[in-house]
């Protein structure tokens, strides 16, 4: 089965890169603010960024960054969200550089992985302000370090701006890592152009538009989507620390309210935060009435919780209808399919056990065991998206379950230095087939009437007697057994126990959790499991407050849990047997 559309017009204004962009809209509205960043995460307080701003500060920059290195050498980009971040990708951009953008290393954690980003890019420089680079060169010895706050306004300016075409490298995009270690994705400019069209013309953003975001800026959907989509649509965006939402989901529902933004979005974790954290009184002082866009996506999107979101914000003035399902990943750019504007997004009530078997018939009764999916909306203009039979390579029908593929200009080139990865992911033909080569997503799910439904991921699959089970599912059931389970805070895996596969959930637990709980949890844990997946439980592992490993976008890594817990090493509270 496959879904396609027509394609909107890449060339923004006949634009060849993000760079000419920019230098023609800072020469045609130089003062017209672009970026505000609340550090605080507070709306009355935000720093600002101009188009020519912008321009200027990231030419400046650049000129540095040529003193330094050549066109086409990889660049870490390593800051806290904000302006800084902004202005570095966009130097790197100017310079002809491949910028590679990542998140600061907490404390004792994510070293690792930077020293493997750096490793695996062949970065010759690093980007940071002059504290990060004190704290971080001696861990990364090999790299020239450029302290951007070092750069005064006095520094010259780039004589002249790199000529990007459509196939240069723009970014090195790394994957999240969660079902393996993380690849550098090849992003170009014609990459860029062709997604940044497609969200443009399916959000319906224009000069009028209003973002408000807190999402990530080092990921795909925080840098395309929050980041990259207003300058190339034209409007003003509020951006706002991840964390600074997290420690206070009402931050940005308050800044939707105070800049009258159109359009924001958020995974379902985001919607499920607001509607734990922000209380009635709180709701009363926000009017969301101007939002006529509300994206979800990155993470499977919950129906009870697009319920739940809508019912409880409607009476400051949120619309259900201005949901906005859809799915991506790195590899495609960001965007791969999307809802349709101003419908809410379409739910499906299925038969649990047909699904596990790998087809989606529709159900009306309730005697059966269900389980409801949110549609991810139609392939994006001008991409063709199939559901396929990984092993036979041919494109199966409508509600039947297989592996997602994907063709058009935002798929991405391959990842950096590892041919023989890059073949299978981005070189998928069909048996048969006119040669087209598709995107394997790995993701799994299926088509109905067009409309795109994700099941899960191949390789998370928990496979017992048979019966194919979807982890997600099983750790939703877990986290809403018992008040003392952490939301979204666990992961399902199967391990090998005397050649049969069998179930092992290990789940964090609140900290008023106390051993005179364990009974009461562990059981809890079993019945629901028994009830809503016919499964029996092998070991259940409770676990310290914020142990379960994760990848930098927030990821539950599976793999890495399995691991952990072969190799007795998980941060236990209580375990079973």
């Known amino acids: 089965m496959e879904s396609s559309v027509t394609t909107p017009n890449p060339r923004k204004g006949h634009s060849r890169s993000l760079v000419e962009l920019l230098l023609r809209e800072a020469c045609e509205r130089p003062g017209e603010v672009l970026y505000r960043f609340c550090p605080q995460g507070e709306a009355e307080s935000c720093e600002v960024l101009s188009y020519g701003e912008l321009e200027r500060d990231a030419s400046r920059l650049a000129g540095a960054l040529r003193q330094l290195a050549e066109p086409g050498m990889r660049v870490l980009l390593l800051y806290p969200p904000g302006l800084d971040y902004i202005r570095a990708f966009f130097a790197c951009l100017l310079a002809g550089m491949v910028a590679v953008p990542t998140y600061l290393p907490r404390p004792g954690r994510g070293l690792a992985r930077l020293k493997a980003i750096a490793g695996s890019s062949g970065a010759s420089l690093a980007l940071a302000g002059a504290a990060t680079a004190a704290k971080l060169s001696p861990f990364l010895p090999e790299l020239r370090w450029l302290a951007s706050d070092s750069i005064d306004g006095e520094s010259p300016a780039l004589r002249s701006p790199f000529e990007a075409r459509e196939e240069d490298l723009a970014f090195l995009q790394y994957t999240s890592g969660s079902t393996g270690s993380p690849k550098g994705v090849e992003i170009t400019h014609g990459n860029l152009l062709a997604n940044l069209a497609v969200i443009e013309h399916c959000f319906g953003h224009s000069r009028q538009s209003v973002g408000v975001a807190w999402l990530p800026p080092y990921h795909d ?46 995974p379902n974790f985001g919607l499920d935060l607001c509607l734990r954290k922000i209380t009635p009184a709180e709701r009363d002082t926000l009017d969301l009435s101007s939002l006529t866009l509300m994206f979800t996506g990155a993470e499977p999107i919950h129906a009870e919780t697009l319920e739940r979101f809508a019912s409880y914000f409607e009476p400051c003035g949120f619309r259900r209808e201005s949901f906005y399902s859809c ?108 040669g087209t080569q598709f995107l394997r997503t790995g993701d799994l799910g299926f088509l109905a009437d067009g409309q795109l439904f994700v099941s899960g991921r191949r390789k998370d699959l928990i496979i017992v007697r048979g019966r194919n089970h979807y ?74 407050p914020a142990s379960v490993a994760r990848t930098s976008s927030g990821k539950i890594r599976r793999t890495a849990m399995r691991e952990a817990f072969l190799a007795q090493t998980l941060d236990l509270v209580e375990s079973h047997p």
Do not use: K
């Not at 991405?412 to 998928?428: D, L, M, Q, V």
């Not at 997600?472 to 979204?488: A, F, G, K, S």
């Not at 666990?490 to 005179?516: I, K």
């Open 471 to 544: 982890p997600q599912d099983i750790e939703r059931t877990v986290e809403t057994c018992h008040i003392l389970l952490r939301r979204d805070a666990g992961a399902a895996f199967s391990v090998l126990v005397d050649g049969e596969e069998r179930l092992v959930v290990a789940h964090e637990v609140d900290r008023q959790y106390r051993p005179e709980h364990r009974t009461a949890v562990l059981a809890a844990i079993r019945e629901a499991i028994a009830r809503d997946h016919e499964l029996q439980v092998f070991a259940i592992a409770l676990l310290r």
């Open 327 to 434: 799915y991506g990943l790195a590899e495609a750019t960001l965007m791969a399919t999307g809802s349709r504007r101003g419908e809410h997004p379409t739910v499906l009530r299925l038969d649990a056990a047909a699904l596990e078997a790998g087809a989606a018939p529709a159900v009306s009764g309730r005697e059966t065991r269900q389980r409801e999916l949110v549609s991810c909306g139609e392939a994006v203009p001008g991409h063709r998206l199939l559901v396929v039979d990984p092993e036979s390579r041919r494109p199966l029908a409508e509600r039947t379950v297989g592996e997602i593929w994907l063709a058009g200009p935002s798929v991405a080139r391959g990842y950096w230095a590892e041919p023989e990865a890059s073949r299978e992911t981005f070189g998928a033909t069909l048996a048969g087939g006119d």
């Open 221 to 266: 959907m925080g840098l395309i989507g929050a980041v990259l989509q207003p300058l190339y649509a034209g409007f003003p965006v509020v951006l706002l620390p991840p964390l600074a939402f997290v420690q206070r989901p009402l931050r940005w529902l308050q800044a939707v309210t105070r800049f009258r933004a159109t359009a924001t979005g958020s």
